[in-house]
Nanobody, 121 residues
Framework: QLQLVESGGGLVQPGGSLRLSCTAS????????IGWFRQAPGKEREAVSC????????TYADAVKGRFTVSRDDTGTTVYLQMSSLEPEDAASYYC??????????????WGKGTPVTVSS
């Protein structure tokens, strides 16, 4: 059983930056791919980024490429999502999710409860 806790959400002005954290606790947490997903009110959930164990494979959605950076700490149990040049369209609840192995997909095994991001002036 893996537990995921997100933090770092909040209110930011357009063009600003925010760093989200996802802390994973449980057996072999560092062996899980961690993905970031987001869901805005009235919209479907969408994948934002994924980082594999050991940070060997990283992917981004086209909408965030060049603006968001995902990273993993040395223990492999905390994953960060550095978000820059934020746009109103980035406003959503952000969730991290975990899946054993190297890849993220829509069928992630464990989910956090989410952290809200509001982009507004």
């Amino acid at each position: 059983q893996l537990q995921l806790v997100e933090s770092g959400g909040g209110l930011v002005q357009p063009g600003g930056s925010l760093r989200l954290s996802c802390t994973a606790s449980g057996p072999n947490a560092d062996y899980y791919a961690i993905g970031w997903f987001r869901q805005a009110p009235g919209k479907e959930r969408e994948a934002v980024s994924c980082i594999s164990p050991g940070s060997t494979k990283i992917t981004y959605a086209d909408a965030v490429k060049g603006r968001f950076t995902v990273s993993r700490d040395d223990t492999g149990t905390t994953v960060y999502l550095q978000m820059s040049s934020l746009e109103p369209e980035d406003a959503a609840s952000y969730y991290c999710a975990a899946r054993f192995g190297a890849l993220c997909n829509s069928d992630m095994t464990y989910w956090g409860k989410g952290t809200p991001v509001t982009v507004s002036s």
